[in-house]
C-alpha cells in the first residue's frame, strides 16, 4: 500500500480516536446503532429514552441534516455505504436551542399524525373528533411553528424534537 495512503488511514483512525474521547457521538448503520460513552452518558442524563431517541433520528436522517432536541444540538453526517455519525452538542444556555413550542396536548397528537402520514380523515376518526376540530388544530399547529403546510410543519416538528415516535404502538411522547 501506498505510503500516503498508509498516513492518511492512520490520520483517520487517530482522529477517530480523539473525537471518541471527547465528544458525544452514535453511528446507526444497518438498523445497528452504536454510542460512546459521552452520548450515552448525555442521553441518559436527559431522560431520554434511548430506543425512541434513536428512532427519531433515523427519521431525521431521511430529511435532515440538523436537529435540535430541546438544548441538544445535532449534526447528522451521512457516510457512505448507507452509515450515518450522529453528533450531539449541548447547546449554551439561550444560544443554539430551538425555541419552545408550546403546543397543546391535542395539536401535539395531531402534529404527530400528520408526521405518521395520516390523513384529515384518519386524524379525526383516530382522535375521535371532526375533520374540521382537526383543521382547527393544524391551523394553530401552523400559526405556532411559523409555517403554512404539512411539509413544513413535518419538518420543523422533526427537526425539533416535537415528535419522538414511541414503540410498542405508543404514540405519545
Known amino acids: 500500500m501506498d ?9 483517520s483512525i487517530e482522529a477517530f480516536e480523539k473525537l471518541q474521547k471527547r465528544s458525544p457521538f452514535i453511528f446507526i448503520h444497518d438498523g445497528n446503532y452504536w454510542l460512546n ?19 427519531w433520528l433515523r427519521m431525521g436522517v431521511a430529511h435532515l441534516k440538523n436537529l435540535s432536541y430541546d438544548d441538544l444540538i445535532i449534526n447528522i453526517m451521512q457516510l457512505p455505504g448507507g ?35 395520516f390523513s384529515n380523515k384518519k386524524i379525526a376518526e383516530s382522535m375521535k373528533i371532526s375533520p374540521q376540530t382537526v383543521n382547527a388544530h393544524l391551523d394553530h399547529v401552523y400559526q405556532k ?29
Open 83 to 117: 452509515a450515518v455519525m450522529v453528533f450531539l452538542k449541548q447547546a449554551d444556555k439561550g444560544a443554539g436551542a430551538c425555541p419552545r413550542v408550546d403546543l397543546t396536548i391535542k395539536e401535539r397528537e395531531v402534529l404527530r399524525f400528520v408526521i405518521r402520514g
Open 37 to 55: 460513552p459521552h452520548a450515552r452518558k448525555l442521553i441518559s442524563r436527559k431522560a431520554i429514552p434511548l430506543d425512541d431517541f434513536i428512532e
Open 145 to 173: 411553528l411559523g409555517c403554512s403546510n404539512r411539509a413544513a410543519a413535518v419538518a420543523i416538528g422533526l427537526k425539533n424534537g416535537l415528535f419522538i415516535p414511541r414503540r410498542g404502538g405508543n404514540t405519545h411522547s
Open 3 to 11: 505510503r500516503t495512503i498508509d498516513a492518511r488511514i492512520k490520520a
